[in-house]
T-cell receptor, first 109, second 115 residues
Framework: GEDVEQSLFLSVREGDSSVINCTYTDSSSTYLYWYKQEPGAGLQLLTY?????DMKQDQRLTVLLNKKDKHLSLRIADTQTGDSAIYFCAETGANNLFFGTGTRLTVIP | NAGVMQNPRHLVRRRGQEARLRCSPM?????VYWYRQLPEEGLKFMVYLQKENIIDESGMPKERFSAEFPKEGPSILRIQQVVRGDSAAYFC?????????????FGEGSWLTVV
């Protein structure tokens, strides 16, 4: 079955860049996603990338996709304290999304 | 255009009671998905429904859990005889048509606490 892996924790200083990494197993995934979840809240879709793309940029967010290595990353430029949250990557399955366990990003003022 | 609406947002049940979680999809959406998020974990797929039809329930526990999406009204996730391990956040998502991956929208979640 599909398996999506992420490191559990990341700490960065305010103003630095954050890079959150994800590896996935299903090479047939059509889309790959990044979601943000703040404590006690739902999922906020940050961005997604179509599997035939290598990179997507949206303001402070840059997504890089390496299909050969099945590696996805999310870079947040100029990280702010409001970026502190759990970030989930997800890949498309046959009828649903498969989520990673999430990376807890802590931004140190 | 209202998003995916879930209620209740928070629910407390004693062990052995029943929990019913409701999900109203976005307007125009006819497909509903339920996910469970256990504490400190990612979301796990439970079930995918179309109106009056279960399309994929491969993620549903075999016992005590059921889901429906009637012709009229919200989708319901029902958990009978709840146990402490059912404490989790339950998220509903909807899409306008058959699964395609890029048109799925999540609700804010329902947090179930079993005491």
């Amino acid at each position: 079955g599909e398996d999506v892996e992420q490191s559990l924790f990341l700490s960065v200083r305010e103003g630095d860049s954050s890079v959150i990494n994800c590896t996935y197993t299903d090479s047939s995934s059509t889309y790959l996603y990044w979601y943000k979840q703040e404590p006690g809240a739902g999922l906020q879709l940050l961005t997604y990338i179509f599997s035939n793309m290598d990179m997507k940029q949206d303001q402070r967010l840059t997504v890089l996709l390496n299909k050969k290595d099945k590696h996805l990353s999310l870079r947040i430029a100029d990280t702010q304290t409001g970026d502190s949250a759990i970030y989930f990557c997800a890949e498309t399955g046959a009828n649903n999304l498969f989520f990673g366990t999430g990376t807890r990003l802590t931004v140190i003022p | 255009n209202a998003g995916v609406m879930q209620n209740p947002r928070h629910l407390v049940r004693r062990r052995g009671q029943e929990a019913r979680l409701r999900c109203s999809p976005m307007k125009g959406h006819s497909h509903v998905y339920w996910y469970r998020q256990l504490p400190e974990e990612g979301l796990k797929f439970m079930v995918y429904l179309q109106k009056e039809n279960i399309i994929d329930e491969s993620g549903m526990p075999k016992e005590r859990f059921s889901a429906e999406f009637p012709k009229e009204g919200p989708s319901i996730l029902r958990i009978q005889q709840v146990v402490r391990g059912d404490s989790a956040a339950y998220f509903c998502a909807s899409s306008p048509s058959e699964w395609s991956g890029n048109t799925i929208y999540f609700g804010e979640g329902s947090w179930l606490t079993v005491v």
